[in-house]
């Protein structure tokens, strides 16, 4: 099989000049030298993540280590999708937050509230107080006692 099965007249003596111009031994040798670049453009793409929210800028505690970061954090379908370094990939996100200045961390437990005194009311049932404070979940009941129908799924 020769190179002008594939190109025109035109393109085969392109290549040949092309050989001889940098001394390959055939149009193999610089076939082979495209397909090598080629393959490391490619490779060095970055992955692209496609998120409904990004907080950048934060300073983020992941709750394992002392030491903050400044980390990218994707959010996708209420997931967390993506934490690291925005550096590293291409996110896009139909939102993006600036949280310069804030600190960016998991919710926190409050394992001992009175919260079910609110919890049952609409105009106080989204917690507001502990939300801004960064508490996602509160337990309720703790003092043996609770508004909430507990005594329905207790023996």
Known sequence: MTWTAFFSQKDSSQIVHLVRKYKMKSPTTLFGTLCTCLLLVVSCSKPTIEADILVQNGRVYNGFENQESNHAIAIK?????????????????????????????PGFIDPHT?????????NTSHNLPFMMQGITTVVAGSDGDSLLPAKEYVD
């Open 77 to 105: 379908d209420d997931k967390i999708v993506f934490i690291g370094d925005e550096g590293n990939v291409t996110i896009k996100a139909k939102k993006t937050i600036d949280a310069t200045g804030l600190i960016v961390s």
């Open 114 to 122: 009175h919260a079910d005194r609110d919890l049952n009311k609409p």
